[in-house]
């Protein structure tokens, strides 16, 4: 993990946590890029640490579901019933902005 990223998460609060078996994805608002407005980092976690991490760039499109939709695919799983795009399902919300998908509910990223 870079420093850039270190900092983000040391000083902002996730906008959304998503808990998915022994991986954790964590979404931030980080600065804005240019003209392009406010862009989204996402950083997923497994057991043993971190894993990897995903910003978006530009403008004229969801950057929170292309964020969620790339930690995803990087984890190789995703939420029953979740499209690219789509968002995730209200049904997962625990409260605030936490999400927590059963195992029973997870599939394989396709």
């Known amino acids: 993990m ?21 991986d954790t994805i ?30 978006t760039g530009g403008c004229g499109y969801s950057k929170e579901n292309a964020a969620e939709n790339e930690a995803f695919r990087a984890t190789g799983k995703m939420p029953k019933g979740y499209s690219e795009g789509s968002g995730l399902d209200y049904e997962y919300r625990v409260g605030g902005n936490f999400y927590k998908v059963p195992s029973k509910m997870i599939r394989k990223y396709k």
């Open 26 to 55: 964590q979404m931030y608002h980080c600065s804005k890029g240019g003209m392009y407005g406010w862009q989204v980092l996402a950083v997923w976690f497994h057991k043993h640490g971190y894993k990897g991490h995903y910003k």
């Open 2 to 22: 870079n420093a850039q990223i270190r900092k983000i998460m040391d000083n902002e609060t996730a906008f959304k946590v998503i808990e998915m078996g022994e």
